[in-house]
Antibody, heavy 119, light 108 residues
């Protein structure tokens, strides 16, 4: 059974860079059939797609976040990562990693991790 | 970018009722539309993909229809365990995935 697990700091200071890693188990991140993505959800609000990556390294970002986002993949560790720079309180959210098939359908999700931006 | 307008934002219905949620895209997205269920404190769960296909293991009381710009999600007989927030999501192209605003479903 495929599992995804987010990890990283739960508290980030304003203007700093948020860094999260998603570890995939029970399947290979190098499969040509899937993309891997990040989605976030501010407390009490809806879902926002951040960006996605293919195992080859091709990336796709939400235009509203593109200037601050970097998603990368480490196939040797079966992980992919998110970096979001110059964070503000508006970036406080639960961050989910997910597997996409076909390619925009998220069929497996991590449990999510709350990241709070505060000094 | 494609905007997704989902309605209603919340609804209250009785157990056994038929529940319908709509989602409208700002431009033609063919059938590139998914529906997710999110329970409090949990990750979203895929219910319907490609507008009308039931994900494996999902009860048949859930269904979806539509194409182009107008889509409908239906729960044929609302059950207590269906209390959740439901989201539509378009994937017309991977360069920009967008979600609807969500519909919170409660029991009357």
């Amino acid at each position: 059974q495929l599992q995804l697990q987010e990890s990283g700091p739960g508290l980030v200071k304003p203007s700093e860079t948020l860094s999260l890693t998603c570890t995939v188990s029970g399947g290979s991140i190098s499969s040509s059939s899937y993309y891997w993505g990040w989605i976030r959800q501010p407390p009490g609000k809806g879902l926002e797609w951040i960006g996605s990556i293919y195992y080859s390294g091709s990336t796709y970002y939400n235009p509203s976040l593109k200037s601050r986002v970097t998603i990368s993949v480490d196939t040797s560790k079966n992980q992919f990562s998110l970096k979001l720079s110059s964070v503000t309180a508006a970036d406080t959210a639960v961050y989910y990693c997910a597997r996409h098939r076909n390619p925009g359908t998220s069929d497996y999700w991590g449990q999510g991790t709350l990241v709070t931006v505060s000094s | 970018d494609i905007q997704m307008t989902q309605s209603p934002s919340s609804l209250s219905a009785s157990v056994g009722d038929r529940v319908t949620i709509t989602c409208q895209a700002s431009q033609d997205i063919s059938n590139y539309l998914n529906w997710y269920q999110q329970k409090p404190g949990k990750a979203p769960k895929l219910l319907i993909y490609d507008a009308s296909n039931l994900e494996t293991g999902v009860p048949s009381r859930f269904s979806g229809s539509g194409s182009g710009t107008d889509f409908t999600f239906t729960i044929s007989s609302l059950q207590p365990e269906d209390i959740a927030t439901y989201y539509c999501q378009q994937y017309d192209n991977l360069s920009f995935l967008t979600f609807g605003g969500g519909t919170k479903v409660e029991i009357k």
